[in-house]
């Protein structure tokens, strides 16, 4: 048997299989961020992952910056959530919350008329969907040194809150170019704080939110997903290399459940120039090290039986087929993915995907 296949102790976790659901945004909450039950049968559907990590959820109103994206701050979230967890518990899934503060990457219109919050006030040259149509991003609003441990609070809180809506445990979103990222990459970073400059500076405050976490949940509990090469949402390092093993390095001597790289294989969309990255950082860190990043049976196998990876994540094979791990254990065709339905709308291209 493939060892894709086969379980896996995630700490207290025991995983039916080495695939991972990535988190995927989808904007299918009801408009006050609340998970419905269109949310809680499409995880369902998926319960046949090792691990589902949700979609990106905002813990905070200042951290929002996706239509009908979920959020984890109110009594409804919870609620909303734990229908969810609930059901994909009762098909025998084990599923973590993905907690995610925008940054510079929101927009006033989501956040009352206010500007947005990162690290430096550095505008991202792009453009966004806002609740009232499509916008240029704002230069953000750069955060005074005495704010930053209330947005470490935040994620605590959020990180509780899953607990109580019986998530498995969390993972902090810490790529893809939103807060953490932002702090940790030096093109988004030009603080002269303690937060800014040094990588030991820049990594502060993703380090204070692990802290935070691991004593509100337990440090088996917390997850960290970083993209060390994704130039996504106008990010860049001057040295990714040496910056990400340090992450790692640190990550590990705080006793998380594991590390989650988004890297692809060379010659895809989102690959930068130079050598990868993620196999160094496998060598940093000595908890579990999950790999996302257009991969299919046979390369997610193959880095499995590498040891280059301990758990293997894919993100648009999990969207288009529900049924993965059974098409992957049966070598059958897989669904194509309708791009056009993959963020908002409905039933269509969300939960109407066939089965074998």
């Given at each position: 048997?493939?060892?894709?296949?086969?379980?896996?102790?995630?700490?207290?976790?025991t995983?039916?299989?080495r695939?991972v659901?990535?988190?995927?945004?989808r904007?299918?909450?009801?408009?006050?961020?609340?998970?419905?039950?269109?949310?809680?049968?499409?995880?369902?559907?998926?319960?046949?992952?090792?691990l589902?990590?949700?979609?990106?959820?905002?813990?905070?109103?200042?951290?929002?910056?996706?239509?009908n994206?979920?959020?984890?701050?109110?009594?409804?979230?919870?609620?909303?959530?734990?229908s969810?967890?609930?059901?994909?518990?009762?098909?025998?899934?084990?599923?973590?919350?993905?907690?995610?503060?925008?940054?510079r990457?929101s927009?006033?219109?989501?956040?009352?008329?206010?500007?947005p919050?990162?690290?430096?006030?550095?505008?991202?040259?792009f453009?966004?969907?806002?609740?009232?149509?499509?916008?240029?991003?704002?230069?953000?609003r750069?955060?005074?040194t005495?704010?930053?441990?209330?947005?470490?609070?935040?994620?605590?809180?959020?990180?509780e809150?899953?607990?109580?809506?019986?998530?498995d445990?969390?993972?902090i979103?810490?790529?893809?170019?939103?807060?953490?990222?932002?702090?940790?990459?030096?093109?988004?970073?030009?603080?002269?704080?303690?937060?800014?400059?040094?990588?030991?500076?820049?990594?502060?405050?993703?380090?204070?939110?692990v802290?935070?976490?691991?004593?509100?949940?337990g440090?088996?509990?917390?997850?960290?997903?970083?993209?060390?090469?994704?130039?996504?949402?106008?990010?860049s390092?001057s040295?990714?290399?040496?910056?990400?093993?340090?992450?790692?390095?640190?990550?590990?001597?705080?006793?998380?459940?594991y590390?989650?790289?988004?890297?692809?294989?060379?010659?895809h969309?989102?690959?930068?120039?130079?050598?990868?990255?993620?196999?160094?950082?496998?060598?940093k860190?000595?908890?579990?090290?999950?790999i996302?990043?257009?991969?299919?049976?046979?390369?997610?196998?193959?880095?499995l039986?590498?040891?280059?990876?301990?758990?293997?994540?894919?993100?648009v094979?999990?969207?288009?087929?529900?049924?993965?791990?059974?098409?992957?254990?049966?070598?059958?065709?897989?669904?194509?993915?309708?791009?056009?339905?993959?963020?908002?709308?409905?039933?269509k291209?969300?939960?109407?995907?066939?089965?074998?």
């Open positions: 048997m493939k060892k894709l296949f086969t379980e896996y102790q995630l700490g207290k976790i995983l039916k299989n695939m659901m990535a988190p995927l945004t904007g299918r909450a009801n408009p006050d961020a609340t998970p419905n039950s269109l949310m809680a049968e499409y995880y369902a559907q998926r319960a046949s992952a090792g589902i990590i949700t979609e990106a959820t905002a813990i905070d109103p200042m951290g929002y910056g996706w239509v994206a979920p959020g984890i701050f109110s009594k409804n979230h919870l609620v909303g959530w734990k969810v967890t609930q059901v994909v518990h009762n098909q025998g899934g084990k599923i973590f919350l993905q907690l995610w503060h925008m940054g990457v927009h006033p219109d989501f956040l009352g008329g206010k500007l919050l990162a690290p430096s006030a550095i505008k991202v040259s453009s966004t969907n806002t609740p009232l149509g499509k916008k240029e991003y704002v230069t953000p750069a955060l005074e005495e704010e930053i441990p209330e947005i470490v609070n935040q994620y605590v809180r959020a990180g809150m899953a607990m109580q809506a019986g998530f445990g969390v993972e979103h810490a790529a893809n170019g939103y807060l953490p990222d932002q702090f940790l990459r030096d093109g988004s970073n030009q603080r002269t704080d303690i937060y800014g400059g040094s990588i030991e500076n820049r990594t502060r405050f993703l380090l204070e939110v802290e935070g976490l691991n004593h509100a949940i440090s088996d509990r917390v997850g960290v997903r970083i993209s060390p090469r994704n130039p996504f949402n106008g990010m390092d040295d990714p290399l040496n910056l990400f093993c340090f992450v790692a390095a640190e990550l590990s001597r705080r006793g998380i459940l590390l989650h790289s988004m890297e692809p294989l060379e010659g969309r989102f690959s930068a120039d130079g050598a990868r990255v993620s196999p160094a950082l496998k060598t860190f000595q908890g579990t090290f999950i996302n990043g257009n991969l299919t049976c046979d390369s997610g196998e193959a880095l039986e590498s040891n280059q990876a301990d758990l293997i994540a894919y993100g094979a999990f969207l288009a087929n529900p049924d993965l791990v059974e098409r992957f254990k049966k070598n059958a065709p897989l669904n194509e993915p309708e791009m056009a339905t993959f963020y908002g709308g409905g039933a291209g969300y939960i109407d995907y066939p089965t074998l």
